[in-house]
């Protein structure tokens, strides 16, 4: 685990020892204080800071608020923030979360309240929770990647030990998991995996596509109701929170929850209790929950689509999926693995894939990650007339999408006449790592002066140093 700071934002010693006797309590966390906003823009520690607590003492002053935002925003580091005020406005509190605001206070509050909101927005940077996922694999033999795959890792998630490691410490935690990712780069397969490595397999692993139900039933999918209490309910209903007991409930297409059931969640995901529709019953969640969204939720929340509170709760641990397009290096490790399983599955004579063909689907863009490239296998191994899958056996749209760009080679070889196919991966992913390599240079190594020269979050520079393999080369 990391070490990590609240920066207090506050002169006053009633608000600043409470808060230092909740840090203490709480591992791998510390606390610094700034008098007041002025004194923020002479800060300069932003790296190891992971939540703001800004003491508000004007009534209805809000403009302070806004310039440290403005402030944090520069930073290009997501930094949760928490206002404490002692002028309690619930209009105010509105405004504050759609700017961004992670949670709004009145002072003095309950200390227990205040020591969850602590532990939930630190958790994320004390474990450092953003995990990049799917290095680039170096590529093997169809009969060495059969050696070398973790067997519990199948179908979107091409073993690896490291994923692997990581997928089961994290099952392991009781924490609340944010999966993101475009449509097919295997979130559903990873919130199984999780529950799979958990105490919890035993129990039941549930999920809610908040994107394919109605407005209207999706309360009524979460929490369940009584006979009678929505027009149609001709008989209690059981929700799946209910039903879930102590397993799993997976939350897929999160950003798609209408805003009123945003506002019910965020209270169950604090206090873990729900009511059915139609009760005054409070009923306990004992369910682990796993979230996971198509879109950035980043995004969503500055959009004012998506509760920034919400967010931040279910944000504890995020593993973030890049598209299949990012990492073409493993598509022979995912194409090996689905032809095996669909040659079993077909009972078919296929025995392998011609690197032509493989080319081919390395070059491709695959708009529908993972899940596209399965579906593709299945129908080729269906197809296929021979012992090996070629490129005729691959469909027109492939084919089309597949078309390699060609360059010429250096001078010097051959004499100028033979080509290098590469693609606009290949490209992008060069022209990446030259610019990321040529502003580390410029600034020493300083990652967060880098990150800044770039024009991304210090978090998207490590995801891309891991991608990258510069790591290693880039200890600052």
């Known amino acids: 685990m990391l070490e990590s700071r609240i920066l207090v934002v506050s002169d006053d010693s009633t608000l600043i020892e409470p808060l230092h006797e909740v840090v203490g309590s709480i591992p791998n966390l510390s606390l610094s204080v700034v008098s007041g906003i002025d004194a923020t823009y002479t800060y300069r520690d932003w790296d190891g800071v992971a939540l703001i607590v800004f003491h508000q003492k004007r009534r209805g ?19 949760a923030t928490l206002v404490v005020s002692d002028h309690y406005d619930s209009e105010q509190a509105l405004s504050l979360l759609r700017l961004g605001v992670a949670d709004y206070l009145g002072w003095p509050a309950d200390s227990s309240r205040l020591a969850y909101l602590i532990d939930v927005l630190t958790m994320r940077s004390r474990n450092a929770s953003v995990v990049p996922l ?31 490691g990581l997928v089961r410490r994290v099952a392991a935690q009781d924490t609340t998991i944010l999966l993101s990712g475009e449509t097919g780069t295997g ?25 394919t139900i109605s407005p209207a039933q999706i309360e009524s999918e979460m929490f369940g109701h009584l006979r009678g209490s929505i027009p149609g309910a001709d008989t209690d209903r059981i929700g799946k929170f209910a039903e879930v007991g102590r397993g799993t409930l997976f939350l897929d297409e999160i950003e798609a929850l209408p805003g009123p059931l945003q506002a019910k969640l965020l209270r169950v995901v604090e206090d873990r209790f729900f009511e059915p529709i139609g009760s005054n019953r409070m009923q306990p969640l004992s369910a682990r929950l796993v979230a996971a969204s198509n879109r950035s939720l980043d995004e969503e929340v500055a959009a004012g689509r998506f509760r ?55 070059n491709y863009n695959w708009p529908g990650n993972v899940r596209e490239l399965r579906n593709l296998i299945e129908r080729a191994v269906a197809f296929c007339q021979g012992r090996e899958i070629r490129v005729n056996d691959l469909p027109e749209s492939i084919l089309k999408g597949g078309v ?30 030259t610019r990321i390599t040529q502003a580390l240079e410029k600034h020493n190594n300083n990652r967060l002066r880098a990150a800044s020269e770039l024009g991304i979050s210090r978090m998207t520079l490590y995801k891309k140093l891991y991608k990258y393999g510069l790591m290693e080369a880039n200890p600052k």
């Open 134 to 164: 799917f290095p680039e694999p170096r590529k093997l033999g169809f009969k060495e990647l059969a050696t070398e795959s973790d067997p519990s890792a199948d179908d979107e998630m091409p073993g690896t030990d490291r994923l692997m």
């Open 61 to 79: 002053f809000a403009a302070d608020v806004t310039r440290l935002l403005h402030l944090v925003s520069a930073t290009r580091k997501p930094i």
């Open 187 to 211: 979130k559903s397969r990873l919130a199984q995996l999780i529950h799979e490595f958990s105490p919890r397999k035993a129990e039941p692993f549930l999920v809610i596509n908040c994107g």
């Open 308 to 362: 920034s509170d919400l967010y931040y709760r279910l944000n504890v641990i995020g593993f973030q999926l890049p598209p299949l397009r990012e990492r073409p290096g493993a598509i022979a490790a995912l194409t090996s693995k689905f032809l095996s399983e669909f040659v079993t599955a077909q009972n078919s004579e296929v025995e392998a894939i011609t690197e032509e063909a493989l080319k081919t689907l390395e």
């Open 404 to 433: 390699p760009l060609i360059k010429p080679s250096p001078m010097g070889s051959d004499n100028g006449q033979s080509v290098e196919l590469i693609t606009l991966a290949q490209i992008k992913r060069d022209a990446e790592m």
